[in-house]
Nanobody, 124 residues
């Protein structure tokens, strides 16, 4: 069983930055594709960033391109999401997820393990 624990969420003003971390335990982190999802109230959960096991391929959803950066440290079993120039529309619950055996998972059902999420609130 893989346990994912997110941290780093909080409340910031528009234009500010946050760095989310997701620490994994109980599995072989370096074999997982990792994704960051977010879900705002009344909206569907969406994939916003994804990084393959080697870090050689990265995906960003259009709303976060140029502002967010996903990275991973396989030695520390941790994936990060650096969020810059935050906007009120970035307010959501952010969750990390791990996919086993898939290189480019997009849908939530393609991910096998989930963290509990960390809240990000951006005020104008």
């Amino acid at each position: 069983q893989v346990l994912l624990v997110e941290s780093g969420g909080g409340s910031v003003q528009a234009g500010g930055s946050l760095r989310l971390s997701c620490a994994a335990s109980g599995g072989t982190f370096s074999t997982y594709t990792m994704g960051w999802f977010r879900q705002a109230p009344g909206k569907e959960r969406e994939l916003i960033a994804r990084i393959v096991r080697t870090g050689s391929n990265i995906y960003y959803a259009d709303p976060v391109k140029g502002r967010f950066t996903i990275s991973r440290d396989n030695a520390k079993n941790t994936v990060y999401l650096q969020m810059n120039n935050l906007k009120p529309e970035d307010t959501a619950l952010y969750s990390c997820a791990a996919a086993q055996g898939r290189w480019f998972p997009v849908r939530a059902y393609e991910y096998d393990y989930w963290g509990q999420g960390t809240q990000v609130t951006v005020s104008s």
